[in-house]
C-alpha cells in the first residue's frame, strides 16, 4: 500500500505554513500604499488595509449573527421532522 | 431549409435509446450526446428557428441568439462533464432522467414562446425529481416529493399567469416583460420559485443533499440557470429583483454556516450564488447582465466541480456530515486539490473564474450607487470563501483524523473533475475566452491592481477570521429550519386536523345522518298518530302554567311506555276526506296564486 500523506500532521510543516500565511496577509496590506486608485467607487476606497479590515469584520459578522440564529431558533435536531 | 436540430431534442429524443445500448457502447453514446449537441450549436443560424404552428399558435424551438447561446453553450459543456461523472453506473434509469433534464433546460433555453417554454419547464421537473428519488433511501423519497410538489405549485403558476397573458396579449410570444398586472405576477413567481429565491428556496437545501451523488452535480447547474435565463430574458432591470437577489446571496451564507451535510452547506451556496445573478438581472444595465450571464456560466462549472468533490467523498466513505469526516487529504489529494480549484473559483481568487464574472454584478452595483447592495454582496463574497473555501475543506480533508482511510475515486470522477477544474481555470487566466460570449455590449478589465489586492484582503483576512474562529466553526449535529418548516409541519398539522376534529366531525354526522334520523323515523312511524300526541302534549308542556305540569308530564310518561301500543285511529273516514280537502286547497291555492 501506499504511503500515506501525512504532511500536515507535522508540527514544523505546520509552523512554516503559519508563517507563510502571516506573511502573506502583511504583503496584501503594505502593497495597499503603493497601488494606483483609479477605479474606485467609494471614499473607503482611499484608505490603505480598508477592505483588511472589511474581510475580518465580515466574517466575525456572518459567524456570529448564523450561529445566534441557529442557536437561538433555527437549529433543531436531526430527528425534528421525523 | 433547416438541416439541424433544436439541440434539446438531441437529449430528450437521444434519450430514448439509451436503454438499448449496453456496456461500452451505452457509456460511448452517453459522452456523444453533448459532442453532437455542442457541434449544433456551433453551426446553428442567429433568428428564429424551428416555427411550428400548434393549435393556431406559434411554437419557436429554437430563438438563437447571444443570450442563449451562452446558456447552451455552459449546459452542453455541463452535460458532458455530468456525463463523465456518471459514467460507471449500470442504472441506466438515471442516465435517462438526466438525459431528458439536458434536453428539457436547453428546451426552454431555446424556447421563443410561452407553450414551448412550459412544456420543456414540466418535463424539467419531473426528470429533475427521478435524480432525487433515485437515491433510494427514505429520505430521498420524501424529499423527491417535496421537491416536485413544489415545482408543480410552482409551475401552475406559471401557466396560469401564462395562460393570463395569451388572454390579454393574444401573443404567446416571450420577451422582456413588465411587471404590472396579475399575469407577469404568476409567470415571475414560477421563474423566482426554480432560481431558488426565498421564501420559494427551500425545495433546494431540501432535496439536492439527498439527491444520488451524480444526480446532484447535474442538478446544481440546470434548474437554477434556466431560472436565471429566463429573469434576464424576461424581467431584466426589474428593481426588486436587486433586493431579493442581494437578501438570497446573504440568506444562503447564512444557513450556510448551520449546515453540517457537506452537500447541504454547497446547496446553500447555489442559493447565495444565484442571488448574485438575480441582483444583476435587477440592476439591468448592460455590464450586470453580462455579469449575471458570465457568473451564470462560470458558477455551472466551480459548483458542479464542488459538488462532484462532496460527491467524491460521499462515494468513496458513505459519508457526508462534518461532524464524521476529517482528515481525508492523507489518501484523497487528488480529490482534495480538484475541490480547492472549485472552492477558489467560487470564492472569486485572481486567477479563478469567480474573480472575473462576480466582479462584474458587484462592480455593476457600484456604479449604479446601489450601495446597500454592494455592502451585502461583499460580506456574502467573504462568507462565501468562509465556507466553501475554508470550513468544508477544512473539517473534511483536515481538521480532526476522522480515522477514515479512502481511496481517490474512480478515474471517470476525476477526469470529469479535472475538466470542470481545467475551465474554472482557464477562465480565470484568460477571461476573454468568457467575455467573447457575452450578450450585451460593455467591457469591463477584472484585472486592475486595486481589485486584485482588495479582493486578496478580503479574503486573507476572512481566513485569518475563519481560523481565530475555528472552535466555533466545526459542523454540529442538528438540522435548521428553513421556509420548508411550513409545508412540512404545516402537511402534519394538517394531517392531524383531518385525523382528529374532521374525523370526529364525520363520525357525528355519519351517526346522525345513518343512525339517528333512519332509527327514530322507524321508531315514528310505528305508530304516527301517537306521535303525534306526545310532540302535541310536549309543546303543550311547555306552554301551560306550572299547575298543570305535573299531570301532562305524567300522560306524556303513560303515553311513551305504552308507545307504541295498539294504533288506534279515531274516524279514519273524517280524517282521510279532511286530509284530501286540505291537499287539494293546497293544490288550488298555489295555482290560482301562480295563474294569477
Known amino acids: 500500500m501506499k504511503k500515506e500523506n501525512d504532511f500536515f500532521d507535522k508540527p514544523g510543516n505546520i509552523r512554516m505554513l503559519k508563517i507563510l500565511s502571516y506573511i502573506c496577509l502583511a504583503i496584501v496590506v503594505v502593497v495597499d500604499f503603493f497601488i494606483p486608485r483609479d477605479h474606485g467607487h467609494y471614499p473607503w476606497d482611499q484608505v490603505p488595509g480598508f477592505y483588511a479590515l472589511f474581510g475580518l469584520v465580515a466574517c466575525v459578522l456572518i459567524v456570529v449573527m448564523a450561529k445566534t440564529l441557529g442557536k437561538k431558533w433555527l437549529m433543531k435536531k436531526e430527528d425534528y421532522y421525523d | 431549409m433547416i438541416n439541424w436540430m433544436p439541440p434539446g431534442l438531441i437529449f430528450i429524443l437521444g434519450a430514448f435509446l439509451i436503454p438499448l445500448l449496453k456496456g461500452r457502447m451505452q457509456q460511448a453514446y452517453l459522452l456523444l450526446l453533448p459532442v453532437l449537441a455542442g457541434f449544433i450549436l456551433l453551426n446553428m443560424p442567429e433568428g428564429a428557428g424551428y416555427v411550428m404552428n400548434f393549435l393556431g399558435y406559434e411554437l419557436v424551438l429554437a430563438r438563437v441568439d447571444k443570450l442563449s447561446m451562452i446558456f447552451g453553450y455552459v449546459f452542453v459543456i455541463a452535460a458532458f462533464i455530468g456525463f463523465t461523472y456518471s459514467i460507471h453506473l449500470k442504472e441506466y434509469g438515471q442516465h435517462i432522467a438526466a438525459s431528458l433534464y439536458i ?19 414540466e418535463i424539467m421537473a419531473i426528470s429533475s425529481t427521478y435524480l432525487i428519488w433515485s437515491r433510494k433511501t427514505k429520505a430521498s423519497q420524501d424529499a423527491g416529493f417535496r421537491y416536485l410538489l413544489v415545482h408543480i405549485a410552482g409551475g401552475l403558476s406559471l401557466l396560469i399567469g401564462i395562460i393570463i397573458n395569451v388572454a390579454e396579449t393574444g401573443s404567446t410570444a416571450f420577451n422582456l416583460m413588465e411587471l404590472s398586472g396579475l399575469a407577469s405576477y404568476l409567470i415571475l413567481i414560477g421563474f423566482l420559485l426554480n432560481a431558488a429565491v426565498p421564501p420559494f428556496s427551500a425545495w433546494l437545501s431540501d432535496a439536492y443533499p439527498e439527491a444520488t451523488i451524480t444526480g446532484a452535480v447535474f442538478l446544481s447547474a440546470f434548474t437554477t440557470k434556466t431560472a436565471v435565463y429566463v429573469l434576464i430574458r424576461g424581467f ?26 457537506i452537500r447541504r452547506l454547497l446547496a446553500y451556496h447555489i442559493i447565495s450564488q444565484v442571488g448574485y445573478m438575480v441582483a444583476g438581472v435587477g440592476i439591468g444595465t448592460a455590464l450586470a447582465l453580462n455579469g449575471s450571464s458570465a457568473h451564470a456560466f462560470a458558477h455551472i462549472l466551480y459548483k458542479g466541480l464542488l459538488f462532484m468533490g462532496a460527491g467524491a467523498v460521499l462515494h468513496m466513505t458513505g459519508k457526508s456530515k462534518l461532524t464524521e469526516l476529517g482528515g481525508l487529504y492523507k489518501t484523497m489529494p487528488i480529490t482534495l486539490t480538484l475541490y480547492m480549484i472549485g472552492g477558489l473559483s467560487i470564492s472569486a481568487f485572481p486567477l479563478f473564474s469567480g474573480f ?16 446597500i447592495i454592494w455592502l451585502i454582496l461583499s460580506v456574502s463574497s467573504a462568507g462565501t470563501f468562509l465556507h466553501t473555501g475554508l470550513k468544508l475543506p477544512w473539517f473534511t480533508f483536515f481538521g480532526k483524523d476522522s480515522g477514515i482511510r479512502a481511496k481517490e475515486p474512480p478515474i471517470n470522477m476525476l477526469i470529469a473533475m479535472g475538466i470542470a477544474a481545467f475551465l474554472c481555470t482557464l477562465i480565470g487566466i484568460y477571461p476573454d475566452a468568457l467575455y467573447n460570449l457575452l450578450p450585451f455590449d460593455a467591457t ?153
Not at chain 2, 103 to 121: M, N, P, R
Not at chain 2, 476 to 502: C, H, L, V
Open chain 2, 103 to 121: 434536453g428539457s433546460s436547453l428546451g426552454v433555453v431555446f424556447a421563443g414562446d410561452f407553450i414551448t417554454l412550459f412544456i420543456f419547464w
Open chain 2, 444 to 596: 469591463y478589465a477584472p484585472y486592475t491592481a486595486e481589485h486584485i489586492v482588495w479582493t486578496l484582503q478580503i479574503l486573507l483576512f476572512t481566513g485569518l477570521g475563519f481560523f481565530l474562529l475555528l472552535k466555533q466553526l466545526g459542523g454540529e449535529p442538528y438540522i435548521s429550519m428553513d421556509t420548508d418548516w411550513f409545508y412540512r409541519k404545516g402537511a402534519r398539522a394538517f394531517m392531524w386536523f383531518i385525523n382528529n376534529p374532521m374525523v370526529r366531525l364525520s363520525s357525528k354526522v355519519n351517526n346522525v345522518v345513518f343512525d339517528i334520523i333512519p332509527s327514530s323515523l322507524i321508531w315514528a312511524v310505528k305508530n304516527p298518530y301517537a306521535v303525534m300526541r306526545i310532540a302535541s302534549d310536549t309543546v303543550l308542556l311547555q306552554l301551560s302554567g306550572p299547575d298543570k305540569r305535573t299531570e301532562i308530564q305524567q300522560r306524556i310518561k303513560k303515553e311513551k311506555d305504552m308507545y307504541p301500543g295498539t294504533i288506534n285511529i279515531y274516524r279514519p273516514v273524517g280524517l282521510t276526506v279532511l286530509l284530501i280537502t286540505l291537499f287539494l286547497m293546497a293544490y288550488l291555492l298555489v295555482y290560482y296564486l301562480k295563474s294569477g
Open chain 2, 236 to 261: 431584466a432591470g426589474t428593481e426588486i429583483l436587486i433586493w431579493m437577489g442581494a437578501i438570497m446571496a446573504f440568506y444562503g451564507v447564512i444557513f450556510a454556516v448551520l449546515a453540517n451535510d
Open chain 2, 356 to 371: 472575473v464574472s462576480k466582479s462584474m454584478i458587484v462592480t455593476a452595483a457600484a456604479e449604479n450607487h446601489l450601495t
